[in-house]
């Protein structure tokens, strides 16, 4: 009983020991996974008057931006205006019409205005909730974060043209911060503002789309003149952006993004581009992106490389793509990496030479050896018979050979007689 005990003892410290160090190595996991970035987002409440199309008299009105802007550049503003009811149905089809007044601090509103929301459906008192969006753009070189403000908010429709609209106000004193990244560095991270319309042109709702991706670079640890640098690009689509989707014509078989990443210094290319296929794409619904793409540059010369986030594509060629999105020219941040000298062909080249050439003074020393005994000349005893080299070499070495065979054999066999006895007595 006792030794079962004992049984019982090791395995339950066993598991116990096993269940420890899976909740350890859990615990690293969870410490070392990254944080997905995350938006900004507040709500506001408004008052509204009666007397325009809507009969709300009072709404909570949602501002959502990204975590981090950068100084010099824009990021987008998405007002989150809630589902509405209008006071008379209307005939035909229609959209909201949104106009906020926004007062930011470290930036300015770039496109102020109306903005058209969510769909309106004719016959229907029921209007869905939907989105609008404002591009705020970051004073170059502002530090902190840039403050954004609500003011009046004005709601109509897009249609009849002119129509009345329903104003509602808040009392709030709050703000809604971003804040403003330093910028810089390698293995950083940055939040680029890509402006993504279709190549060809032509019209389609879901653009053109201003499109917020947080991009991170990741350049080699070490990198050699005349040689590639494999640089991985990851991207991040972030909460309040617009959706990059698929729009009609795109295609479905074999659909690839292409990025493209500014290069300068080192003699490098100014541009340099990556590949990477995409996943299952549905017309009409969110690209996924890649988890990574890599985008290889060939430096020239020693030096110093820095990189910046370029342009993206998506379709099936980068030269014509379907979806085509520009990255800013200025204010982004830079990644860079050191190129050094290389290996050099000469002295890997020479190795094998002395490799190979090293077994020849063994070869000729072995041939030196092997023909010595045939050099030499046999002399003939007077009076005796022709032997050889026997005269001077003394017996034919063959009968040492014989005899010592023999002594060998009759140990081996007295040494057995030996251990037979041995047994016997015992």
Avoid at 211 to 238: F, L
Wanted: aromatic share 4%; net charge positive; charged share 10%.
């Amino acid at each position: 009983m006792s030794q079962a005990w004992r049984r019982l003892a090791h395995k339950t410290s066993a598991l116990g020991l096993t269940g420890t160090l899976a909740i350890f190595v859990g615990s690293i996991f969870v410490l070392s996974t990254p944080t997905a970035a995350l938006a900004a987002t507040k709500q506001f409440a408004y008052t509204c008057t009666t007397g325009g199309p809507y009969s709300n008299t009072s709404i909570s009105v949602g501002l959502t931006a990204p975590d981090s802007a950068t100084a010099g550049q824009t990021f987008d503003l998405t007002v989150n205006v809630p589902s509405l009811t209008l006071t008379t149905a209307p005939t035909a089809t229609t959209t909201v019409q949104a106009t906020l007044a926004l007062t930011p601090t470290g930036g300015t509103v770039s496109d102020s205005g109306a903005k058209a929301g969510a769909p309106v459906t004719s016959g229907t008192t029921t209007v869905p909730a939907g989105n609008v969006t404002y591009k705020i753009a970051v004073t170059a070189g502002a530090t902190g974060k840039v403050s954004l403000k609500p003011g009046e908010l004005k709601l109509g429709l897009t249609s009849p043209a002119g129509g009345t609209t329903t104003t509602c106000t808040t009392t709030s004193t709050e703000v809604l911060d971003v804040t403003i990244g330093t910028g810089g560095g390698s293995g950083g991270d940055e939040v680029v503002a890509y402006d993504c319309d279709l190549a060809s042109g032509g019209g389609d709702a879901d653009y053109p789309a201003d499109v917020d991706m947080k991009v991170v670079m990741t350049p080699p640890t070490s990198a050699t003149a005349n040689a590639d640098a494999s640089i991985t690009w990851t991207g991040t689509i972030q909460t309040g952006s617009d959706t990059l989707k698929a729009p009609t014509g795109f295609p479905t078989t074999s659909p690839k993004m292409f990025v493209t990443v500014k290069a300068s210094g080192a003699g490098t290319p100014a541009t340099a581009t990556g590949e990477a296929t995409l996943g299952t794409v549905t017309i009409g619904q969110a690209i996924t992106l890649p988890t990574s793409v890599t985008v290889k540059v060939k430096p020239t010369t020693t030096g110093t490389v820095t990189l910046t986030a370029g342009d993206l594509a998506f379709g099936t060629s980068a030269s014509s793509p379907v979806i085509k999105c520009l990255a800013p020219t200025t204010g982004l941040k830079t990644y860079t990496f050191t190129v050094g000298s290389s290996t050099g062909t000469p002295t890997t080249s020479s190795t094998p030479t002395n490799t190979t050439s090293t077994p020849k003074p063994t070869k000729t020393s072995t041939a030196t050896v092997t023909v010595t005994p045939s050099s030499k000349k046999s002399k003939t005893p007077k009076a005796g018979a022709d032997t050889g080299g026997g005269g001077e070499a003394g017996p034919d070495g063959r009968m040492f050979i014989l005899t010592g065979t023999a002594l060998v054999g009759a140990a081996a066999v007295g040494g057995l007689v030996m251990r037979r006895r041995n047994a016997t007595r015992g």
